[in-house]
């Protein structure tokens, strides 16, 4: 019975992030809408919440097993992956987005066989190749479109190439975060990344979005829009940690397919746009390539093996008493590898 438990939870979480990364899409669209595109203040705050984090680690933990200066790097990464699919808004559609950001799954592939040794199966490659067409056939959507006359979305291929390197920033992020959250602790990840993330973000801010503060473009609607996008984002930062630690990446990717679903009823229900036949095409070749990948399982099961810590079934049984969620490594953390 707990493990029906176990798998209810990880479903039920993983719809509940689904929703989350469908509303800062959401929250993000309403805001270009409203002239608005500072996409370093918009993901700043956030950073400030994360790095709250730190108050269980020290009290849990005493401290990080990682070298803190190491997430420095990790933080810039995450801070240009936001910082790229939010500016993606500023020139393409919310499907566009949503669906280009699946290109994480392949690079994620990538990433893990070479630092993480991940074992891909056939069904994890022939995912990986139908997930890619349909990604192809989504640029080639955007470029027709962009081409029409009175175009809504005239720059749609630079917001499409913005996505496809915010998505490959966001496999390297994912990666180290599953390795540190399988073996080590989430909140020494949300903490590490939270803090430079911050700091990065006011150096960024400082330099080219100073503008952002000028009370005059801010209206009550938009600073609405701009308090959901970052409770939306908070909340699924949190929760993707401790999915992460209880059930494995598949689980996480089989998750996010219902966010693009989410996208293109929003966009049907917002707007008098039909979706085109060729995204529709792309639409159902990702989607189709995602559930196929997903077919085989994790390939990197044996991080969480070879750590020596409690396996997944054992993960909701074991917090402690004081409420914290980290658990003692059997070695240090070996991620230095993977930041190289």
């Known amino acids: 019975m ?49 790095c709250f984090f730190i108050i269980p680690l020290l009290k849990n933990k005493g401290g990080y097993e990682n070298s803190f200066w190491k997430y420095a790097i990790l933080g810039l990464i995450d801070v240009e992956a936001n910082y790229l699919i939010t500016l993606a808004y500023q020139f393409s559609p919310i499907t566009s987005v949503m669906l280009l950001d699946c290109f994480t799954i392949p690079s994620v592939m990538i990433i893990s066989k070479v630092f993480l040794k991940a074992n891909y199966g056939k069904w994890h490659t022939v995912g990986a190749f139908l997930s890619l067409a349909g990604l192809g056939l989504t640029v080639v959507s955007d470029v027709l479109a962009s081409q029409e006359e009175n175009a809504e979305y005239p720059q749609a291929v630079k917001g499409d190439l913005l996505c496809l390197c915010g998505a490959a920033l966001y496999a390297i992020d994912n990666v180290i975060e599953e390795v540190i959250c399988k073996k080590s602790c989430r909140e020494e990840w949300l903490s590490g990344v939270g803090f430079w993330g911050l700091l990065i973000c006011g150096v960024q801010i400082a330099c080219v979005e100073r503008e952002a503060f000028d009370p005059s473009i801010w209206s009550p609607a938009a600073g609405g829009c701009l308090v959901g996008y970052i409770a939306c984002l908070f909340s699924m930062y949190n929760l993707t940690s401790v999915l992460l630690k209880i059930s494995d990446s598949a689980m996480f990717n089989i998750s996010l397919l219902t966010s693009d679903v989410y996208a293109v009823l929003f966009f049907v229900l917002s707007t008098t746009q039909a979706v085109g036949w060729l995204y529709s095409i792309s639409f159902f070749l990702t989607m189709t390539g995602v559930l196929v990948y997903n077919r085989q399982g994790s390939a990197t099961e044996h991080i969480k093996k070879e750590s020596g810590h409690i396996d997944q079934e054992s993960a909701l049984s074991t917090t402690e008493p004081n409420g914290g969620e980290c658990n003692t490594p059997a070695e240090p953390t070996k991620f230095a590898a993977v930041t190289v």
């Not at 029906?4 to 669209?29: D, P, Y």
């Open 2 to 50: 707990f493990c029906s438990k176990k798998v209810v939870l990880s479903i039920a979480l993983g719809q509940l992030i689904s929703i989350l990364i469908a509303g800062t899409g959401i929250f993000t669209t309403e805001l270009v809408i409203r002239g608005i595109s500072f996409p370093t203040t918009q993901n700043a705050p956030n950073y400030l919440l994360l």
